[in-house]
């Protein structure tokens, strides 16, 4: 066991920072993963719109990221749209067996920014095509509905992920952007793995679903878990007493927080990357936890 700010050590020298520093969780009951992933929409263009602007340093994020250890990245089909799920396929297809991609489907684009909620059937079912083709897969094994729309029932748009998963074209659904009532109706008509939702220090809305995650063996994956650091002085005080930074200080209290939580931070840079992926090795005190679940509920 490593110390509190500083990778583990063995005859004296630290271990490279890993991904699988930070422990690991299980997706669907038999999909294992490290609890430190990646989330792929910062490689597109501005505003997740078009292509990055350095192709190559992005593809080179994906590689490193596995190089780290880090075997679970999520994306959408809306990110670029498209963009995101082309550069994992060309940067490592074909892929390590332990690497799980997860997918969503349920938005549209049609500009920078612009994200209007599709939550019909057909589109579901062409997105997840659309997924398939672009990712190289046969399978998607994680396909997340990525926000209900309120101009279609739940239980329609869930049914196209079950038809889906019927078809193989899936092996588990998740949900993402959903109060736990809308997870009760689509828990109605299919198991469901996963839970995204915003989730960060200041943003606490889905503190809830974080406690039902945990307590039903579902993965939470907080999405824009680094927000609004720039004034919180306890972030800064445990980031000085660890010899860390503010954003790997909230990282290492989301993988704190709970069992169930799988952290994606995102980025289109590999030293931002590696300064991510070295907060797994941090080890908050009880205390610091609790000081800053507490301040921050």
Known sequence: MGTPDAPSRRHGRPEPVHAGMAGTIDVGGDLTVNRLGFGAMRLTGEGIWGPPADRGEAKAVLRRAIELGVNFIDTADSYGPHVSEELIAEALHPYPDDLVIATKGGLERTGPGRWPVNGRPEHLIEACEGSLRRLRLDRIPLYQF????????????????????????????????????????????????????????????????????????????????????????????????????????????LLARSPSMLPIPGTGSVSHLEDNVAAAAIRLSAAEVASLTVEAG
């Open 146 to 253: 990525h926000r209900p729309d309120p101009a279609v029932p739940l239980e329609d748009s869930i049914g196209a992920l079950v038809t889906l998963r019927e078809q193989g074209k899936i092996r588990h659904i998740g949900l993402s952007n959903v109060t736990e009532e809308q997870l009760r109706r689509a828990q109605r008509l299919t198991p469901v793995v996963s839970i995204q939702n915003r989730y960060n220090l200041g943003d606490r809305r889905s503190e809830s679903l974080v406690d039902l995650c945990e307590q039903e063996g579902m993965a939470f994956l907080p999405w824009a878990p680094i927000q609004d650091l720039g004034g919180n002085r306890l972030v800064a005080e445990i980031a000085r007493r660890h010899g860390v930074t503010p954003r790997q200080v909230v990282l290492a209290w």
